[in-house]
Nanobody
Framework: QLQLAESGGGLVQPGGSLKISCEAS????????IGWFRQAPGKGRDEGVS?????????WYAETVKGRFTISRDSAKNTVYLQMNSLNVEDTANYYC????????????????WGQGTQVTVSS
């Protein structure tokens, strides 16, 4: 069974850092495009945050997080991480990861497997 499980969310003060994880079962993340998305409170629209490509480990970041967030992959643990630095209140959201075995640009990949998310709250 294909599953993604996010963890590592929590409460952090503005300016702080947090590292969230996306662990997979039933799918090898090395062979998949992986994306991080978020949904802020009261907003029905999901926002693509970052992704990492399956073929060349190319990465993409939304303008709102570029320079502050870093996506990485640990093959041994079959886990993808999102390191988030210089967090601000606008980063408060439920963060979830998605995966697809389809090749191509991770920004436009047809994500088929979704996790449940981990809540990140930035507040003083």
């Amino acid at each position: 069974q294909l599953q993604l499980a996010e963890s590592g969310g929590g409460l952090v003060q503005p300016g702080g850092s947090l590292k969230i994880s996306c662990e997979a079962s039933g799918i090898t993340l090395d062979n998949a495009n992986i994306g991080w998305f978020r949904q802020a409170p009261g907003k029905g629209r999901d926002e693509g945050v970052s992704c990492i490509g399956s073929s060349d480990n190319s990465t993409w970041y939304a303008e709102t997080v570029k320079g502050r967030f870093t996506i990485s992959r640990d093959s041994a643990k079959n886990t993808v991480y999102l390191q988030m630095n210089s967090l601000n209140v606008e980063d408060t959201a439920n963060y979830y990861c998605a995966a697809t075995g389809a090749t191509g640009d991770c920004q436009t990949a047809p994500y088929a497997v979704w996790g449940q998310g981990t809540q990140v709250t930035v507040s003083s």
